[in-house]
């Protein structure tokens, strides 16, 4: 008896080793998650400094890729933070099962089973369209859309984010070998955001080689606008005028180019050598694009310029093309757009007292009662309904 009474001392000795050994365990790896915490929103928070301002990448006009770097750092350390505490959870309901079992089989099936279920609801997260946090979240992500520009993209500024320049070509490079040669677009988006981030981040020799190689893949003048949005919305300007300059040379017979090109000038205050522009234009374009041309600087002038030079300009053309319709509806636009009312409606009134087809007329006389009817009373809407009936009896009465 006095055997067993030592035997049973000893299991209990054994036993409150164990659970001393337990709780040194799980106090260290708690400690070890915290400085593991500290150590992580250490190491983003020199990134962080590293990356400055650039963090974030354009696609083209009307497409913006990249995030603020301040949200996105704190999205991946809160992210990091809530992942550290599940571990230390985990390792609490582990540290439990380890008392009553002590590793035993049953325990570690347990453990593979909880982290097969987070697997699967982690998928399952994803598929319902939440943002994917990690590289093996993009990974499983783009195994379903694997021509999904947008979702190469997040890809590429999940690396940037951390500074992870190399890694961040390498996803493109990627992408570019996947997706389609069937979905053109998508493939562009991708050469778009190359070269976003070989001018944000790259070497001038770097943006060239990529540039070089995106114009022998894709339509050269579109990737040429490309380069030139993206220096003008980084108002590298200097850059952006060597682009359109060299645009001018292969592209001349497109008056797209040359709109462009002054565009580019007169959007940053440079009036005369946007002006410059259209005179060069009309050395270069064909006869036939002239009036298009001219129309268009224009409605520069009205955007960017004096309005005052803009309406000499459409007079002048419409004194020599009184009836294109066009053209009065360029000139309508325009002064609808600065909202005199007074000058509107002198315009309207030149407009429907002109000679010109009943479909065309109806045009004009459709267009100046919805704005009277959003900007007069019922005496003006009373005015514009008269002037239609009078049109329409002068037409029987031919």
């Known amino acids: 008896d006095d055997d067993d009474e030592e035997d049973g001392s000893g299991d209990d000795d054994e036993d409150d080793e164990d659970e001393d050994g337990l709780e040194r365990s799980k106090n260290g790896k708690s400690a070890s998650a915290k400085e593991s915490s500290l150590e992580s929103q250490e190491e983003i928070r020199k990134k962080k400094q590293k990356l400055g301002a650039q963090g974030a990448l354009e696609v083209s006009a009307g497409f913006h890729w990249g995030t603020n770097v ?45 982290e097969e279920q987070r ?61 389609s040669v069937r979905e053109p677009k998508e493939r562009v988006n991708i050469w778009v955001a190359l070269l976003n981030l070989e001018n944000a981040y790259g070497t001038p020799e770097t943006l060239k ?5 995106a114009t022998k893949m894709n339509d050269p003048l579109e990737m040429h606008f490309h380069l030139a949005a993206i ?38 205050g440079k009036l005369d050598q946007g002006r410059q522009v259209l005179q060069r234009s009309l050395k270069s ?56 009312v007074g000058i509107i409606r002198k315009l309207f009134d030149r407009a429907i007292a002109l000679s010109m087809s009943s479909k065309k007329m109806k045009h004009f006389f459709k267009r100046y009662l919805e704005f009277e009817k959003e900007h007069g009373d019922e005496r003006r809407v009373a005015y514009v309904t008269d002037k239609a009936r009078q049109y329409v009896q002068s037409k029987l009465a031919q």
């Open 119 to 179: 697997v699967q609801e982690k998928e399952r997260t994803l598929m319902e369209g939440a943002e994917p946090e990690t590289a093996d979240d993009f990974d499983r992500a783009l195994l379903g859309e694997p021509s999904n520009s947008m979702l190469w993209i997040k890809y590429m500024s999940y690396h940037l984010q951390m500074s992870e320049i190399d890694k961040a070509r390498a996803v493109a490079q990627r992408a570019l070998r996947t997706i």
């Open 70 to 114: 301040d949200e996105l750092l704190m999205k991946h350390t809160a992210s990091d933070d809530e992942g550290e505490e599940d571990d230390e959870e985990e390792d609490d309901e582990e540290g439990g099962e380890k008392k009553k079992a002590k590793l035993s089989k049953r325990a570690r099936r347990a453990a593979a089973a909880r």
């Open 285 to 340: 374009l064909p006869k036939e694009e002239h009036v298009g041309i001219i129309v268009k600087f224009a409605v520069l002038e009205f955007r960017f310029g004096e309005p005052e030079r803009g309406r000499t300009i459409l007079e002048s053309v419409l004194t020599n093309y009184p009836k294109r319709v066009d053209i009065w509806n360029v000139y309508l636009d325009q002064e609808l757009r600065l909202n005199d």
């Open 231 to 268: 220096h003008e919305r980084r108002e590298q300007l200097t850059q952006a005028e060597n682009v359109f300059k060299a645009m001018c040379k292969k592209f001349n017979t497109d008056p797209s180019v040359w709109t462009a090109y002054g565009r580019m000038f007169m959007k940053a």
């Open 209 to 213: 080689a990529t540039f070089t190689e």
